[in-house]
C-alpha cells in the first residue's frame, strides 16, 4: 500500500546520510521497517524515531483571545507563548467545532464521529472506552501515552498508560485529580494546592521527566480547565489590566440584523438584555445602574477575568516549550494548541459558546513542527474537529490501523496532515456540518444545525428538545418557534445582516439548504429517530424564500 507508506514517512525522523538516492532507499526501508515492527510488536522500529506529540488544549479559549488570532484584543498581546506557535508553525484560519460544547467536542476528538454516532450529544452521555480511538491507536503505533487535566468524559481514560484528570468541571484552586490506583475509578485522588493551570503542568512536567518508557516517542494530551467560566486566575494575575478600558465587540451595543427576524432574542447576555442569566449578574454588577453602565461594567469585568485566566494558561504553555527546549526536545515534537471549542466575547451581546456563530464556532488550531510544517504559514482550508483523530493518528503513524476499526467504531473525518503541509488534496470538503443538540439548556440557545462554506452559513433553528436527560429542569423547557438564519461570511463577516427575509437571496437559500440536506446524508444524521425535526427542516421556509 504505497499511500500508506507515505503517510508513516512523513512522520519518520530519519537517521540517514545526505545523499539524495541514500534518503530515499532508506526512507522507503524505514517505512516498511515501521510499518512492519509495528505489526509485530506493536513498536517503532530501531532505525527510526517518530516524534512526541503534545497536543494543548484548553477549555473554551476562543480564537478572539489569542494575539495571532488579530481580533480587537490582540494589541493586549496576551498569549506571546501561544502565538510563538503560530510564528513558528501553522495556524488554521477556519477550524470549526461540529457541536461548540465541551463533553461533545471532546467526545468528537477522540473518536472522529459526529455527536449522534459517537452517541455523546449532550453533557450528560459518557464517551464509551471502546470509541476511545486516539489513545489505543497511538499506543498501538509505539507511543508511550497520558491524558492530564480536563478530561469530562466521565467514564476513565484508562486506554492512557498514565492519567491525572479533573473530577468533571474540577476546581480553579487547589484542585483534586483523579488518579489511577487500587481503588475502582474514580476513588483513587489526589490534590495539588495550586491554581490548575499551574497543578496540570506541574503534573505534565513530572510525567514528562521521570516516564517509564522513554526509549518510546510520546503522545502527550495536556488539557487545561481555563479559561472556563467562571474565570478564575492564578493570584499573580488579579490586577492584569486593571487600568485598561478593554475595546467592546462593536456587535455588543449594535446588534444590528442580527439573529431570528422579527422574534425573540436568544442567548444570555453581558447587557441586561436576558434578565433571567447575564454576565453582569456572575460579576456583581450593581443591579440599579442604568442599562448603558451596566454593560460597560459587565463587558469589562467580564473581559479581564477571562483574558487573565488565559494569561496564566499562556505561562504554562510557556514552561512546556522551555522543558522540550532544554531536553532538546522542541524540534522532535509535533506540538498543537487547540481549544474544545470558540466561545463568545460579547458579540452580538452573547456570552458563552453553543451558536453556530463564527466566535463560538471556530477553533483555534496551531501546530509546530518545523521539519515538516512550514513556519509562519496560515491554512484556510475549512476543517472540522471530527479530522482531528485522522490527523493524529496519521502524525503518530497509527494510520495503518484505521482499517481494522469495528464499523461502530469507524472515522468519519479525514486528516488534514496534507494541509497542514501546503497541499491541500483537490477533493477536500468545502464546507462543515454542525449541530448543537441540546434545547434551552444554560443559556438559552436553541437547539439548531446548519452548515458553514467558504462564503456562506445557514442555521435552522428547529427549537425542539428531544430528550428530557441533558439537563435537570429539562422537563420545564418548551419547544420554541422554527427559524432560519443565513449569512454571508465573506461580506459581512462580522454576521451583522441575515440574509433570510431577504428576496434577492430566494435561490441562494436554496442552494445552502440542498447543500444542508446533503451533509446531514452525509454525516448520517437524518433524525430517523425523530421524524418531526426532519419534517421541520423539509417544510419550514421563511416567507421571503418562497
Ligand atoms: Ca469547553
Known sequence: MPFKIALSHCFTDLHISSAAGAVLFFALNACLATIASADQSGGSGDDVKKPNILYIMSDDHTSTGIGCYGSRLAYLDPTPNIDRLASEGVRLANCFCTNSICTPSRATILSGQYSHVNGVTTLIQ????????????????????????????????????????????????????????????????????????????????????????????????????????????????????????????????????????????????????????????HMFVDQTLDDEQYTTESYQRYIKKFLRTVKGVDDNVGRLLAHLEKTGELDNTIIIYTADQGFMLGEHDYIDKRWMYEESLRMPFLVRYPKRFKTGSVNKDIINNVDFCPTLLEM??????????????????????????????????????????????????????????????????????????????????????????????????????????????????????????????????????????QKLFETVTPAAMK
Request: proline share 7%.
Open 126 to 281: 459518557p464517551l464509551d472506552v471502546g470509541k476511545h480511538t486516539v489513545p489505543r491507536l497511538i499506543k498501538r503505533a509505539g507511543y508511550e501515552t497520558a491524558m492530564i487535566g480536563k478530561w469530562h468524559l466521565k467514564v476513565e481514560p484508562e486506554l492512557f498508560d498514565f492519567y491525572t484528570v479533573l473530577p468533571g468541571q474540577g476546581w480553579y484552586h487547589n484542585p483534586e485529580f483523579r488518579i489511577r490506583g487500587n481503588k475502582p475509578w474514580p476513588q483513587n485522588t489526589m490534590r495539588v494546592h495550586k491554581h490548575s493551570s499551574d497543578a496540570i503542568t506541574d503534573i505534565s512536567l513530572k510525567w514528562l521527566n521521570n516516564r517509564k518508557e522513554k526509549e518510546k516517542p510520546f503522545f502527550l494530551m495536556h488539557h487545561f480547565k481555563a479559561p472556563h467560566d467562571d474565570f478564575e486566575n492564578a493570584e499573580r494575575y488579579d490586577f492584569l489590566y486593571q487600568n485598561e478600558t478593554i475595546p467592546e465587540p462593536d456587535s455588543l451595543r449594535n446588534r444590528g440584523h442580527h439573529g431570528p427576524v422579527n422574534r425573540e432574542s436568544y442567548g444570555t447576555s453581558v447587557s441586561n438584555r436576558n434578565k433571567r442569566r447575564n454576565m453582569g449578574m
Open 396 to 533: 503518530a503513524g497509527a494510520d495503518e490501523f484505521i482499517e481494522e476499526l469495528s464499523p461502530d467504531q469507524a472515522l468519519q473525518g479525514r486528516s488534514f496532515v496534507s494541509n497542514l503541509s501546503g497541499n491541500t488534496p483537490e477533493d477536500w470538503p468545502k464546507s462543515s456540518y454542525y449541530r448543537y443538540w441540546m434545547h434551552m439548556a444554560h443559556h438559552d440557545n436553541p437547539a439548531h444545525f446548519g452548515i458553514r462554506n467558504e462564503q456562506f452559513k445557514l442555521i435552522f433553528f428547529y427549537g425542539r428538545k428531544l430528550d428530557d436527560s441533558w439537563f435537570y429542569n429539562a422537563k420545564l423547557v418548551s419547544n420554541t418557534e422554527p427559524f432560519w438564519e443565513m449569512y454571508d461570511i465573506k461580506n459581512d463577516p462580522n454576521e451583522m445582516n441575515n440574509l433570510i427575509d431577504d428576496p434577492a437571496y430566494a435561490e441562494k437559500f436554496k442552494e445552502l439548504k440542498a447543500d444542508l440536506y446533503e451533509a446531514r446524508v452525509k454525516a448520517g444524521d437524518t433524525d430517523q429517530k425523530y421524524p418531526d425535526v
